[in-house]
């Protein structure tokens, strides 16, 4: 449990940081995503070949995983385009995870304790009031996000679980994150060329290539980190505590991107973080 607890932390951190690269991006924000996943999933594929790949049992689920990943891009664009920082990022995370929680428990069979869900639902009362009482595209759009989340996150856990089974070991779950960044790759250059995105992709990378590169690494280690630790707890345990990314969110959205409200940002804090306190002391399953 520590290890899923140290994992999943570490990949909140590097979450919100990549976010961030996106909403500050000067570029379309869809052309920034499919930069920085791209050159991930380059590196990605090196990686793979490297270590030498992972069971065939897997890639079904990596396959679809990578095509849900192509409206989670296109709607997080649109939708930092629309609302803050501080608002968006907290209804698309608290969402998927609050979704992908209960989903773990109903679609995958993982535990949860009374105090888990207690946990959870006070970690969503914190994003709630985080999110503050943001309104039209920025709400929708990032509740779309949200979805994807909650779909992509459920099918990458039950992939990565089966991909250990057939594997028989830890390694082969990292493998699964290579495959999922290789098929995100190709669904967002599939679209990205199709809509004609090319050259203004050319134009950014051009510019911008290390800031992506930057990016496309932090992502990349930050889901390979999440897709570990749900072989070490549940869903809804690891992507709760992810959400101490959202705290990280509200205070750089309030100190650095002069979003304001400080009260109610220092609030829905404190709730969050009561609520990863809980999960991490109770509610371990």
């Known amino acids: 449990m520590l290890t899923a607890t140290l994992l999943a932390l570490g990949a909140a951190v590097l979450h919100a940081g990549w976010n961030l690269a996106v909403k500050q991006s000067p570029h379309d924000r869809f052309i920034a995503l499919w930069a920085q996943f791209g050159l991930g999933g380059l590196i990605a594929t090196v990686a793979f070949v490297a270590t030498g790949g992972m069971p065939a049992a897997g890639w079904p689920w990596a396959l679809v995983s990578g095509c849900v990943h192509l409206p989670y891009a296109i709607a997080l664009g649109r939708a930092y385009g629309h609302g803050d920082f501080s608002q968006v990022y907290p209804i698309a995370r608290g969402g998927g995870a609050f979704l992908a929680a209960i989903g773990g428990v109903v679609l995958?069979?993982?535990h949860a304790t009374a105090w888990t869900v207690i946990a959870i639902v006070t970690i969503a009362c914190g994003l709630m009031i985080l999110a503050g009482r943001a309104r039209g595209p920025a709400v929708l759009t990032a509740g779309a996000v949200a979805a994807t989340i909650c779909a992509y996150t459920l099918l990458d856990s039950k992939g990565s679980r089966v991909t250990e089974i057939h594997g028989g070991g830890v390694i082969h779950?990292?493998?699964?994150?290579?495959?999922?960044?290789?098929?995100?790759?190709?669904?967002?250059?599939?679209?990205?060329?199709?809509?004609?995105?090319?050259?203004?992709?050319?134009?950014?990378?051009?510019?911008?290539?290390?800031?992506f590169l930057l990016a496309g690494v932090a992502s990349l280690i930050t889901y390979s980190l999440v897709l570990v630790a749900v072989r070490f707890a549940s869903v809804g345990y690891v992507t709760a505590l992810r959400e101490s990314s959202v705290v990280l969110a509200a205070l750089v959205g309030w100190k650095f991107l002069g979003e304001g409200d400080a009260r109610r940002r220092l609030t829905a804090t404190a709730v969050v973080l009561t609520g990863l306190v809980l999960l991490v002391t109770l509610g371990r399953s």
């Open 108 to 110: 995958l069979g993982d």
């Open 173 to 211: 779950s990292f493998g699964y994150g290579l495959a999922n960044s290789m098929a995100t790759l190709l669904t967002l250059s599939v679209f990205g060329i199709a809509t004609g995105r090319l050259p203004a992709l050319r134009v950014a990378m051009k510019i911008d290539w290390r800031k």
